[in-house]
């Protein structure tokens, strides 16, 4: 498999007057669990259908495991999930999947086990002779699920995956991508919950408004955001309340531009070039007892609203 298994470059797509993707450019490495994020009407889902040649760009190009346009061959190795559900009602689970896995090519003397085998895992064994239409939202969207993975793809496209499902299932889900990424996988996912794509993405790219406005790894975005806030957790020893104490509160002699009470100690913003080892050190010569005194990380979800805000003026739809 080639090192890079998904290759945007300049894609744009226009509907009439409505312009979907502006000029996106990314790359997907192989075997990495990788998130498009945005905003709900971003360009996500347009994006996703042109990887899969459902539509085509109007310009730039669209490279999968270094083939373009994306052949025949390559458009095999690709399991999609998509946001609407594709089933059919009025077919039985069993019937769907077989019908779903022969329009893949599976031999026939494949496809029982396989089903019987991923309806266990989903937990969905006992519902196999039932009709679709008979099944919860959660439970469609997990036979969808195996509809994708059944005939082992490379690529695995899952575009809001988690709608339906509660919070167990959604954590089954969760293991099973992780388990298919172990397996050597590349998984493209889709979503604007970023809950779900904190716990789960290697690398991310988030769209807002049909333009890309970041993406590179989690842990390199998160960092960098890190060290722009100069943000700070500290807990105290002693009974302070969830009143800020005086020598936590801001201003010019405590180099602290914000301060609010979290669960078990403070939340810190630090000025512009205050450093942490003067608070540090401020505290302990105050006598106080430093239970806990770290770096706060930002949240995705805080990222992502920040860096959604910018480009639109006001907090984003969903996110």
Same mark, same amino acid.
């Given at each position: 498999?080639?090192?890079?298994?998904?290759?945007?470059?300049?894609?744009?797509?226009?509907?009439?007057?409505?312009?979907?993707?502006?000029?996106?450019?990314?790359? +997907?490495?192989?075997? *990495?669990?990788?998130?498009?994020? =945005?905003?709900?009407?971003?360009?996500?889902?347009?994006? &996703?259908?042109?990887?899969?040649?459902? +539509?085509?760009?109007?310009?730039?190009?669209?490279?999968?495991?270094?083939?373009?346009? #994306?052949?025949?061959?390559?458009?095999?190795?690709?399991?999609?999930?998509?946001?609407?559900?594709?089933?059919? #009602? %009025?077919?039985?689970?069993?019937?769907?999947? +077989?019908?779903?896995?022969?329009?893949?090519?599976?031999?026939?003397?494949?496809?029982? #086990?396989?089903?019987?085998?991923?309806?266990?895992? /989903?937990?969905?064994?006992?519902? &196999?002779?039932? %009709?679709?239409? @008979?099944?919860?939202?959660?439970?469609?969207?997990? *036979?969808?699920? +195996?509809?994708?993975?059944?005939?082992?793809?490379?690529?695995?496209?899952?575009?809001?995956?988690? @709608?339906?499902? $509660?919070? &167990?299932?959604?954590?089954?889900?969760?293991? &099973?991508?992780?388990?298919?990424?172990?397996?050597?996988?590349?998984?493209?996912?889709?979503?604007?919950?970023?809950?779900?794509?904190?716990?789960?993405?290697?690398?991310?790219?988030?769209?807002?408004?049909?333009?890309?406005?970041?993406? !590179?790894?989690?842990?390199?975005?998160?960092?960098?955001?890190?060290?722009?806030?100069?943000?700070?957790?500290?807990?105290?020893? !002693?009974?302070?309340?969830?009143?800020?104490?005086?020598?936590?509160?801001? !201003?010019?002699?405590? =180099?602290?531009?914000?301060?609010? @009470?979290?669960?078990?100690?403070?939340?810190?913003?630090?000025?512009?070039?205050?450093?942490?080892?003067?608070?540090?050190?401020? /505290?302990? $010569?105050?006598?106080?007892?430093?239970?806990?005194?770290?770096?706060?990380?930002?949240?995705?979800?805080?990222?992502?609203?920040?860096?959604?805000?910018?480009? @639109?003026?006001?907090?984003?739809?969903?996110?």
């Amino acid at each position: 498999m080639t090192d890079t298994v998904i290759d945007l470059a300049g894609v744009t797509k226009r509907y009439a007057e409505h312009l979907a993707v502006d000029g996106l450019s990314l790359r +997907v490495p192989a075997g *990495v669990i990788y998130g498009l994020l =945005g905003p709900n009407g971003a360009g996500k889902t347009t994006t &996703i259908r042109m990887i899969n040649d459902i +539509v085509r760009p109007d310009e730039g190009r669209i490279l999968l495991f270094g083939s373009t346009p #994306p052949g025949r061959e390559a458009l095999r190795r690709i399991g999609y999930l998509p946001e609407e559900r594709g089933l059919y #009602p %009025k077919m039985t689970v069993r019937r769907v999947l +077989v019908f779903l896995a022969e329009l893949r090519g599976l031999p026939r003397a494949e496809i029982m #086990p396989r089903v019987e085998r991923w309806l266990a895992r /989903l937990e969905l064994t006992e519902w &196999i002779d039932r %009709k679709v239409e @008979s099944l919860s939202k959660g439970m469609q969207q997990k *036979v969808q699920f +195996v509809a994708a993975v059944i005939h082992e793809p490379d690529l695995l496209v899952l575009d809001e995956p988690f @709608s339906g499902l $509660d919070p &167990i299932n959604a954590d089954l889900l969760r293991e &099973i991508v992780r388990e298919q990424r172990t397996k050597g996988k590349t998984i493209l996912f889709s979503t604007h919950l970023m809950e779900h794509a904190e716990q789960m993405c290697d690398d991310v790219c988030i769209i807002a408004r049909a333009h890309k406005v970041l993406d !590179g790894k989690l842990r390199d975005i998160k960092r960098d955001a890190q060290a722009a806030r100069n943000r700070v957790v500290v807990e105290l020893g !002693g009974a302070h309340g969830d009143e800020v104490p005086a020598l936590l509160r801001p !201003g010019s002699d405590t =180099g602290i531009a914000y301060a609010r @009470s979290v669960a078990n100690g403070y939340e810190l913003t630090l000025s512009q070039g205050a450093p942490t080892a003067a608070l540090l050190r401020r /505290l302990l $010569d105050a006598g106080e007892e430093v239970v806990r005194f770290e770096h706060a990380a930002p949240t995705l979800h805080e990222i992502f609203v920040e860096r959604v805000r910018d480009t @639109s003026g006001s907090a984003p739809e969903g996110g």
